[in-house]
């Protein structure tokens, strides 16, 4: 959880990403926070996995980057 201007954030937060990656050619970059996938609140980075595993079509992510929120489409999601 995170408490930007006094809010309570909760989600996974990017720490790192893949220059070449399908998330990083979708936009999203290290400090993001990932609070929805496929329109299921992401509490931690073991739920966002899980969602992004079962996905079979592309990816939908709510991010949250400074005082912006923003849907992002990630076209391959991760496979098991």
Not at 14 to 19: C, F, K
Not at 22 to 49: C, E, H, R, W, Y
């Amino acid at each position: 959880e995170l408490e930007p201007n006094g809010q309570t954030l909760t989600g996974a937060i990017v720490t790192e990403i893949l220059p070449t990656s399908q998330a990083a050619l979708a936009g999203i970059m290290p400090g993001d926070v990932i609070t929805a996938a496929q329109n299921k609140q992401i509490t931690d980075t073991a739920s966002l996995v899980a969602i992004a595993k079962k996905a079979t079509k592309p990816l939908l992510v709510k991010i949250t980057r400074g005082n912006m929120s923003a849907y992002i489409v990630i076209e391959e999601p991760l496979r098991p």
